[in-house]
C-alpha cells in the first residue's frame, strides 16, 4: 500500500465507525483480562506492518466507549461536534505547534480573535485571555494570577517567610483546586471549603465570616473561587455577593466555569444563572463540555488590562523560540503558556463557533435545560425513584429507592450492570454521604425518548435486583 492507500484506507474505517456510533450498545463491555488478550499488545511481529496497524485502530473503536451514543450520559462531554471533528482532522495531518507566530501563523490568529470574541461576549473590556488545556490548569493559572499579584515579590523569592495566603473555594468545588494549592506551595490547609446550604452554592455570609477570621489571624485572603455550576450537583455559587465582598477584602475572584460556565451563550440564562460575571477578575469555560467541541477545548479570561499573563507568567530565556513580530498584537502565545509545545486547539473551536455561533449554542443549552426539567419529572413520576438533592440547574443526583441501609450498593450494583450490559453509561458520586447517580445530557443526540429508554432499562435492571432480593 502506498501513502494515499493508506490515508484511503483509515479514512474508510472512520466513516464507517462514524456512521454507526449511535447504533447498537455504546459499549461491547469486555473485562480487563478478556481486552488483554484480544489486543495482543506485545504483538512482535508488527514492525512494518500495516494490515496489524489497521486491526488495532479498529480494536481501538469496537472496544471503545461510543461516547457519540445517547446511552452516553456519564461525563461533561459526549460526542464531539462535526465541525470540530473535522478541525482535529487537519491538527493532526499537519501536526504543528501553536507557541510561536512562525510555526503555527493561522491558528495563532483564530485563536487570538476567538479570544477576543470571547472577551467581549462574557463583557470583560481590555481584558486578555488564552487556551489552557482543561479547566484544572485554567484554576491554578487563575490561582497563580492572584498569588502574585498578592505577593509582588513571589515570582522572584518564593512564598518564603512571607504573610500566609487563604484561598476560599465551595466545599463541592473541583479537586483540581486542592491540585493548585497543592502545586503553587499555598498547601492545602489553606485552602477553605465553605459550607453550602440545600441547593449547593456558597453562603456569603460563611464566605464572610471566613474572611474575616483569617485576616484577623493575620492572613491575606487573596483568592475566592464562585463555582458556576459544581461538578456534581450544578450549583451555581453567587457571583454578586462575592463581588460585594471584594470590596472591602480586595481578593480575587475567580469564575470556575468549566461545566455551567455555558449558560453565557444563552442572555436568558446568563441572567439566571451567571449575573455580575463581567465584573470578575477572571473566568474559565470548557467549550469541551456542554458546547461539544472535541476534548480538550478551555479558555482562561482575565478582566485585567495590565498583561497579567506576561508579568506572572512569562520567565526564563525564550530567545531560542519566541521573535516579535511587526505587529505587537500577534505576540507569540507560548511565551505565556505554561508548557512549551502546545497543541492546536484553536482550530477546531473557530469552526465550531463559525458553524453554530452565539445562537446556536444558546438554542442547545436551553434545549438541554428543558431536557433536564423532564428528566426530573420522570424521576418524581417513577415511584422506584427519587431525586437526592433538588435540580438548581444541569445536573439530575437520583437513586433508586431502597431500605437507606443497602442503598449504596444497591446503586452502585444497578450502575455496573447498566454500564457492563451496555445499557446506559450514568455517573456516581455522593451527595451528603450518599451514593447517587448523576444523569447529565450534553448530548446532541439524546432527547425525550432517549430519557424515557433509559429511565425504562435503569428500573427495569433495578426491579431485577430486588427481585433477585441478594442485596437485602
Ligand atoms: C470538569 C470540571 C473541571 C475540570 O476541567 P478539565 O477541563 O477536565 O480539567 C473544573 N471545574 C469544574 C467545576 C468542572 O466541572
Known sequence: MNENEILRRGFSVLEQYHSSQKDGRFVDYTSPGDLQRILQLDDPESEGDWEKLFTWMEQYLKYGVKSAHPSFVNRMWAGANLPSMLGEMAVAISNTSS?????APVSTLMEKYMIRQMLDLVGFRNG???????????????????????????KRTGLFGQQELYAFVNADAHYSMDKAANILGIGIDHLIKLPVNGRGEVD?????????????????PFFVVATAGTTVRGAYDPIEAMLKLREKYKFWLHVDGAWGGAAVMSEKLRAKFLPGLSKADSFTWDFHKMLGSSLMCNILLVNHSTHTFGTVLGGGDGSYLFRDTDDNDVQDLGSVSLQCGRRVDSLKWFLDWKYFGKKGFGERIEHY???????????????????VAPRVSFNICFRYKVAEHMADDFNQELRTRLYKRGLALVGLAYVKEKLILRLLITNINVNRDEIDTFFKELVAIGNELVGEGQLG
Do not use: H, W
Open 99 to 103: 507557541c510561536t507566530f512562525e510555526s
Open 204 to 220: 456569603p455570609a460563611d464566605l464572610e465570616s471566613e474572611l474575616a477570621s483569617v485576616v484577623e489571624a493575620g492572613g491575606i
Open 128 to 154: 486578555e485571555g488564552q487556551m489552557t488545556t482543561g479547566s484544572s490548569n485554567a484554576n491554578m493559572i487563575a490561582m497563580m494570577c492572584a498569588r502574585n499579584l498578592a505577593g509582588k515579590e513571589v
Open 369 to 387: 435545560l428543558d431536557l433536564c426539567r423532564y428528566a426530573q419529572e420522570c424521576v418524581e413520576n417513577i415511584p422506584e425513584l427519587e431525586m
